[in-house]
Nanobody
């Protein structure tokens, strides 16, 4: 069973920064894609950023230029650097990992709250 453990959430003022981490229980190189999603109260879960094993990263329009997704294969960890945070970024952020055979894994989520 794969475990994804997020950390780094918390309360931050608008304009501030935060870095989320997602530590996997096995080599992240075994996943076809990893990414971050978020879910705000009363809203559906939405894609924030993805980083494939090969190829380019992809971002939601709402975070382009402010968020950066990266990976450290040696540490089996994926990061989400969030800069210039806005109140509308407030949500529970979830780490996701997908395999080439269609398996999907989710972390438990970490709360990010941006105060105005």
């Amino acid at each position: 069973q794969v475990q994804l453990v997020e950390s780094g959430g918390g309360l931050v003022q608008a304009g501030g920064s935060r870095r989320l981490s997602c530590a996997a229980s096995r080599s992240i190189f075994s996943f076809n894609v990893m990414g971050w999603y978020r879910q705000a109260p009363g809203k559906q879960r939405e894609l924030v950023a993805v980083i494939p094993r090969w190829g380019n990263t992809n971002y939601a329009d709402s975070v382009k230029g402010r968020f950066t997704i990266s990976r450290d294969n040696a540490k089996n960890t994926v990061f989400l650097q969030m800069n210039n945070l806005k109140p509308e970024d407030t949500a529970v952020y979830y780490c996701h990992a997908g395999t080439s055979v269609g398996d999907n894994y989710w972390g438990q989520g970490t709360q990010v709250t941006v105060s105005s």
